[in-house]
């Protein structure tokens, strides 16, 4: 082999591993699949709405207290958390069923609420 053919070789091997390095460490380089990773989990959660705060729901369920953040659209798209919590206020003591969306470190964000006795819904 002849000294061009040696440097072409080593730079088509220098390439081959630049372009594959993103992938030997998803964790470093910040490059991930959503193929390959999990969406967060989400549950339900069934009980009694405690208290409505600013940016949270508690609800009394038979293992303890959980809170339970409420941000973003709700209804299709209709109505804003803020217009949630302020109707929610008036359902405190009433039984409620919340599908909740872990979003890691213990946040638990309300995807949907519903209150059945009355038929509401969010």
Not at 31 to 60: A, C, N, R
Not at 68 to 75: D, E, I, K, L, T
Not at 82 to 95: A, C, D, P, Q, T
Request: charged share 25%.
């Amino acid at each position: 082999m002849g000294w061009e053919t040696v440097r072409f070789l080593s730079v088509i091997a220098l390439a081959v591993v630049t372009a594959t390095f993103p992938f030997w460490y998803p964790e470093v380089t910040g490059t991930e699949s959503k193929l390959v990773h999990e969406e967060s989990p989400t549950f339900v959660i069934k009980g009694v709405l405690k208290e409505v705060g600013d940016y949270y729901v508690v609800v009394e369920t038979q293992r303890g207290e959980v809170k339970v953040s409420v941000h973003g659209w709700y209804r299709e798209r209709t109505m804003k958390w803020f217009e949630v919590l302020n109707e929610l206020r008036s359902y405190v003591g009433y039984g409620v069923i919340m599908e909740v969306e872990d979003e890691g470190g213990g946040n638990l964000v309300a995807k949907h609420i519903e209150i059945p006795s009355t038929g509401v819904r969010y």
